[in-house]
């Protein structure tokens, strides 16, 4: 199974460990990525903002590139994911735009969990995995970019999705139930307003613990630097220490497939999930 | 239709017109979606008085508003409108507006935000998280928060001290050059 790899700029900086984890785990499933020469941002959260020649325009080189290699763009970071597919809708309804960038929508871009969710890499996934996740209970955040806008993402359900829970499900992990699947966790507003981002993060977390989670599990940058970073303020506002793992999904794939120094990736996050890993004995 | 209007600021921003105008004249007032975003105990105006000022055409009340900045464009307004109506999909045109046209604002760190992010995409190609996070930390004078976080992420490799120099930078400032921030 061959796709084209746009990591983006996430995955080159504060998400490391997604680029270092997903790449090594699709390569165990039997997947080649083969990532777009020379990539350019896709203006993330900014250029629909500003612009709205730019939040189609940023992307639409990268569109064409891909579209001239011919393979499906898996993009796993949930932001990129969303720019690239609301770039290559609009370039496809506007005629002014496809007459600069002629796109045609012949390839398709798919998020991490799409991929990873495939019929035949899921079912890899299960019989590759040699060192079930017993004992760990987590719960699954999708956060806003991986099911919103519905009509861009096009997820499974926009209020309860299930891509993720059935790829931990399958790596043997326990998958709670909670009702902040989808909740926004600021993550937008990180440096601009980072007393509501404090106040809306504080809120997930509580009810990840209230439901008696070991570790959030996500696929988004933002969310995860977000949730792993703010804690420690967090834990300052409320004179309590938090303490939640907020693990990228390739990660704990990684560790039930086996065979590959996991730790290297959670050492990446403030919050190291390595202690809490290795106390369930699975790393 | 141009929709009457009145308070808009004399041609500086418009009020939603075709297709946008036809999907928000659908709401009903349900208030569905200032019942789930996450920021309506911020706002000044909620998401649904907003875009009834919209479908009457007085879009000053917004563009002075905090809201049109705290929205987080997460989405969840529109997702649950039984009419398909995106806040942010209404909010997007007066933000353009707002910002090509110099119109002052309320919370003014976040247009700066995005525009300090946009221009580093312009330098570099790509985002340099230390370019973006030094200019806007310069920009705001707030040099000293997150200092801390900051060196911890750098001892984790996760902040290059050098940018990455796409050898398709031309192009990408060729994009810029067709759009407001020329
Ligand atoms: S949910 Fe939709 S119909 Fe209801 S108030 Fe909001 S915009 Fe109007
Ligand atoms: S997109 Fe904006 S208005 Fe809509 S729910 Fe989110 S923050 Fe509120």
Known sequence: ?283 | MQQAGYGVPAGQVTPPAGDLASVINQCYQCGKCSAGCPVASEMDLLPHQMVRLAVLGDVAPIVASKSIWLCLTCHTCGARCPNGIDVPALLDPIRHQVLKNNVSTQESNVPLFHNTFLKTIRMFGRVHELTLIGLYKWKTKTFFDDMDLGMQMFRKGKIHLLPHRSSHLSEVKEVFKQSSMK
Not at chain 1, 90 to 102: G, N
Not at chain 1, 120 to 146: F, W
Request: net charge negative; hydrophobic share 40%.
């Open chain 1, 1 to 283: 199974m061959e796709y084209s790899y746009y990591p983006g700029c996430s995955l080159e900086g504060s998400a490391r460990e997604l680029n270092e984890s997903f790449r090594t785990v699709s390569k165990k499933l039997g997947v080649t990525l083969f990532e777009i020469p020379d990539w350019t941002c896709c203006g993330a959260s900014s250029a629909h903002m500003v612009d709205a020649y730019l939040e189609a325009a940023l992307p639409a080189k990268d569109l064409l590139t891909a579209e001239r290699i011919g393979k499906d763009v898996v993009a796993p970071c949930a932001g990129c994911h969303v720019r690239m597919k609301a770039a290559s809708r609009r370039i496809l309804e506007d005629a002014d735009l496809r007459a600069r960038f002629p796109f045609k929508g012949e390839i398709k871009v798919l998020s991490g969990l799409e991929m990873l969710h495939g019929q035949e890499i899921l079912s890899r996934i299960k019989s590759s995995t040699i060192k079930p996740l017993e004992g760990l209970r987590v719960v699954p955040y999708y956060g806003c970019l991986a099911v919103r806008p519905p009509e861009v993402v096009e997820p499974d359900s926009p209020e309860n999705p299930m891509q993720m829970d059935h790829i931990l499900e399958a790596i043997g992990a326990e998958v709670l139930t909670w009702p902040y699947k989808t909740d926004c966790c600021g993550g937008s507003m990180a440096l601009t307003r980072t007393d509501l981002v404090l106040k809306l993060s504080r809120k997930i977390l509580d009810m990840a613990l209230a439901v008696g989670a070991d570790a959030i599990v996500t696929m988004c940058p933002m969310c995860q630097a977000n949730l792993d970073t703010r804690q420690a303020d967090i834990s300052r506002q409320a004179g309590k220490a938090y303490q939640m793992p907020i693990l990228y999904v390739t990660e704990l794939i990684g560790v039930a497939l086996g065979g590959t120094d996991t730790r290297q990736w959670f050492a990446k996050h403030m919050v190291s999930g390595e202690n809490m890993l290795a106390g369930k004995g699975l790393i």
